[in-house]
C-alpha cells in the first residue's frame, strides 16, 4: 500500500520502513541536527527504488552550499530518476526543481521551486530546503512570503507545523519586521523548543536591534541545544561572536573562534564562511588574526570551489588575503575571471569586483578598496546571505576609507550605519555620530 508522510503528502513506496526514515531523516533536519544522512542511507539501501528518498538525499547535499556535492546530489537525482515506482506528481516535480541546482543554476531551480511550492505548500521538506535557497539567493521577500504563501494550507496541529513559523519568523526579521519575528521565533519554539532555526531567527531579532545583552543571555543561557550535534552551531556561535563585538569585547570573540568556530575536521563549507567572516571583522577592528587566517585559508584552499557561489567565493577569498596568500590570491582571481559571462550565478557580475576591492584592501590600497566597494553597497542584497552577514561589505568599506584617510566618505557611512544600526561596530559609530551630532 502507497505510503505517506505526517502531512498526507504520497511518497511512492509501498516501503512502512521507508516512509519513517524519510520522518525520521525529515525531523533532523527541520531542527538541523545532525546527521539526518545516516538515518536515510540505510532506508535507500533496502529500498534502492525510493524515490523520495533519493530526493531528500539530493537535497541534503545541495543545503550544504557546496560545490563539491553537487556530483554526489546529481547521482541521487540520476537514482530518483531511474526507480521502477513511477514518481507520485509531487516527486516528478521536484526531481524536475532540483536538477538544474545540482548542475550549478541555483537561481534557475528556485524559480521552479516556487511553482512546486504553490502545487504542493505541504511538502515541508521542499519549503525548508528553498527557504535555504532564498537566503543563499539573496531574496529577503521571498524569505518571508514564500511561507505566507504556504501557511494558508496548515492547521496549528500539523506536524512540523511550528517549523514554518521558525521560518517565517527569520523572513520577518530580515524585512525589518522584528516585532513579529520575535513573536513568531517564540511561538516555534513554544511548539518545539529544539527548533534551532527559530532560535537563530530571535538571535537575528537582537543582533540587528543591538540587545546584545539580551542575546548575548538568549544563545548562552535560555538556548543551548544547539552547540552539539547540530549543523548551525557554528552560525549560531558567530552570532554570539558578533555580539561580543558588539560589547567591543574582542578577546572573547577571539576565544570563541578558537574554541567554536575555528574549522575542525567535518567542518563544512558554510562553517568555513562563518570563520572567514569573523576573522575579518577582528581584522577590521585592528586585531592581528593572520596566522588563524593562513590556517583558513589552508582549508579553504582543500574546499573552495571556485566559481559556483559568490558568497562563498568571496568568503575564501578574506581567508586568502588575511593570510597574504599572493600566488593563491592570483590562482583565485583567475578562476573567478574565468567563469563565463552570463553563467546562471546570483551577483557574479559583481563578484569580480568584490574580490578585487578584498585584494585591495589586503594591500592596503584602501582608497581603491573603497571606491570600487561604494556601488556595490545600494545592491548588496544580491550578494545573499542574511543582513547581519552582508553588513561585512559595509563595515570593510566604511574602514578603508577610514584607513585611506577620506574622512567625507567615513563621516556618511558613519552617519549611514548610526542611523540603521549602531550596534554595528561597537560604539564606534556612536561616538562618530555623537560627534556628527546626529545620533
Ligand atoms: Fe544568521
Not at 531523516?25 to 539501501?45: C, G, I, K, M, R
Not at 573562534?257 to 558554510?270: E, F
Not at 556601488?375 to 550578494?383: K, N, T
Amino acid at each position: 500500500m502507497i505510503q505517506h508522510d505526517a502531512r498526507g503528502e504520497a511518497l511512492g513506496t509501498d516501503q512502512p520502513a521507508s516512509a519513517a526514515a524519510y520522518e525520521e531523516a525529515l525531523a533532523l533536519f527541520n531542527t538541523l541536527q545532525l546527521d539526518p544522512v545516516v538515518v536515510l542511507e540505510p532506508a535507500l539501501a533496502q529500498d534502492p527504488d525510493f524515490i523520495a528518498g533519493h530526493l531528500m538525499m539530493a537535497g541534503f547535499l545541495l543545503s550544504g552550499i557546496d560545490g563539491q556535492l553537487l556530483p554526489a546530489a546529481r547521482e541521487c537525482l540520476g537514482r530518483a530518476a531511474a526507480s521502477r515506482h513511477r514518481p507520485t506528481v509531487r516527486e516528478k516535480s521536484l526531481l524536475a526543481a532540483l536538477r538544474p541546482w545540482a548542475e550549478g543554476d541555483m537561481g534557475g531551480a528556485n524559480r521552479l521551486l516556487d511553482r512546486h511550492l504553490v502545487d504542493h505548500p505541504r511538502d515541508l521538506f521542499a519549503l525548508q530546503l528553498t527557504h535555504m535557497a532564498d537566503l543563499v539567493l539573496g531574496r529577503p521577500a521571498m524569505l518571508r512570503d514564500r511561507i505566507g504563501r504556504a501557511l494558508v494550507h496548515w492547521q496549528p496541529g500539523d506536524a512540523g507545523y511550528g517549523y514554518l513559523l521558525g521560518m517565517h519568523a527569520f523572513g520577518l526579521e530580515e524585512c525589518n519586521e522584528y516585532a513579529r519575528a520575535e513573536r513568531l521565533g517564540h511561538r516555534a519554539l513554544a511548539v518545539d523548543p529544539q527548533d534551532t532555526w527559530a532560535v537563530h531567527a530571535v538571535a537575528h531579532v537582537y543582533e540587528m536591534q543591538g540587545r546584545v545583552a539580551e542575546g548575548i543571555h538568549w544563545l548562552t543561557e535560555e538556548t543551548r541545544h544547539w552547540e552539539q550535534n547540530n549543523a548551525l552551531a557554528v552560525h549560531n556561535h558567530w552570532h554570539l561572536a558578533l555580539m561580543h563585538l558588539s560589547n567591543r569585547d574582542e578577546a572573547s570573540a577571539l576565544a570563541l573562534y578558537d574554541r567554536a568556530i575555528a574549522p575542525g575536521p567535518a567542518a563544512m563549507a558554510l562553517d568555513l564562511v562563518d570563520a572567514s567572516a569573523l576573522l575579518w571583522r577582528l581584522g577590521l577592528r585592528g586585531v592581528d588574526v593572520a596566522g588563524r587566517f593562513e590556517a583558513l585559508a589552508a582549508r579553504w584552499q582543500a574546499q573552495a570551489t571556485w566559481g559556483w557561489s559568490v558568497f562563498n567565493d568571496t568568503h575564501a577569498m578574506l581567508a586568502l588575503v588575511g593570510a597574504g596568500e599572493a600566488s593563491r590570491i592570483a590562482q583565485a582571481s583567475a578562476a573567478i575571471e574565468a567563469v563565463p559571462t552570463g553563467a546562471p550565478l546570483p551577483w557574479w557580475n559583481e563578484a569580480g569586483t568584490l574580490c578585487d576591492a578584498v585584494t585591495a584592501f589586503g594591500s592596503g590600497a584602501y582608497a581603491r578598496c573603497a571606491q570600487l566597494l561604494l556601488p556595490l553597497l545600494p545592491i548588496a542584497h544580491g550578494f545573499g546571505g542574511s543582513q547581519a552577514q552582508r553588513s561585512l561589505i559595509f563595515l570593510t568599506a566604511m574602514e578603508a576609507a577610514r584607513r585611506a584617510g577620506d574622512s567625507a566618505l567615513y563621516d556618511a557611512l558613519a552617519s549611514e550605519a548610526a542611523m540603521r544600526k549602531p550596534a554595528w561596530t561597537g560604539g564606534t559609530v556612536e561616538r562618530r555620530a555623537q560627534v556628527l551630532e546626529v545620533a
